[in-house]
């Protein structure tokens, strides 16, 4: 599962994704148009994220919904979670198998939060990489036109189940995309389903690390950079009336 993560964009720093490529998609220039996408510590469903995306054989980058809602939906509001796509259901799923086929992208991240249960209480753990760089999540998304004739672009990211490393924290994970899987995922030429399929595996244990961080992030309404710091698993509740992790959905 990731219900939520971080998103910093730092201009000038040369991105893993396709040997800089995600540079070249147009970040930068979607920052400056939407600079509220640009630093980012506590991303929820419903909110807008960067998505990268290949257009006419090239990498562009675009504000979506983060909450996918399809091309064939009567309302925004869907009946179900949507924000995350489970991997062993985007190829006969009705809600997922037309954008796992030809709608796919990547959505940059820094990392992502998860909810460790130890003694029975949720304690929030930052998951990020060891080395600092950009995360990859794999997506898919979609298009669909309200009743006032505007297109909503929206996505969900992929979950798979959990490596060794995360199956301590929480037994799903965002499928993390490196520089070969990334090619093959947003190409749009690749339409076969078990090459498709062969991508969503597990990050390997190495890559990632996680930290206990303050229940502050359990609310939405809180977004600093304060977010990331370390505490003590112990640390108590700061705000005894904290919003759940989707307390703020909609559904």
């Not at 090619?183 to 930290?211: C, E, F, G, R, Y």
Request: a negative charge; charged letters at 25%; proline letters at 6%.
């Amino acid at each position: 599962m990731c219900g939520a993560f971080v998103y910093v964009y730092v201009g000038g720093v040369r991105y893993q994704m396709m040997g800089g490529e995600v540079e070249r998609a147009g970040v930068s220039d979607l920052i400056a148009r939407r600079p509220d996408l640009g630093s980012r510590f506590n991303i929820r469903p419903t909110q807008d994220v960067v998505t990268i995306v290949s257009e006419y054989g090239r990498l562009v980058a675009k504000p979506m919904r983060w909450g996918l809602i399809p091309s064939w939906a009567n309302s925004e509001k869907i009946p179900r979670n949507t924000f995350n796509a489970r991997d062993d259901r985007l190829a006969d799923s009705g809600m997922w198998q037309g954008p796992f086929k030809r709608s796919r992208g990547a959505v940059p991240a820094n990392g992502f939060y998860e909810w460790k249960k130890p003694d029975g209480s949720k304690q929030p753990m930052f998951i990020s990489p060891k080395e600092g760089e950009t995360l990859q999540f794999a997506a898919v998304y979609d298009s669909w036109v309200n009743e006032h004739g505007e297109t909503i672009d929206s996505c969900a990211i992929v979950t798979t189940g959990a490596n060794d490393f995360m199956s301590s924290i929480h037994d799903r994970m965002p499928v993390i995309l490196d520089e070969e899987t990334v090619a093959l995922w947003l190409d749009p030429q690749t339409i076969d389903s078990s090459h498709l399929q062969s991508i969503l595996m597990p990050a390997s244990n190495d890559l990632l690390k996680a930290v206990p961080v303050s229940k502050r992030v359990n609310s939405y309404k809180n977004d600093d950079q304060g977010l990331l710091d370390e505490v003590a698993i112990d640390e108590p509740a700061s705000d005894q009336r904290q919003l759940g992790l989707f307390n703020d959905q909609s559904e």
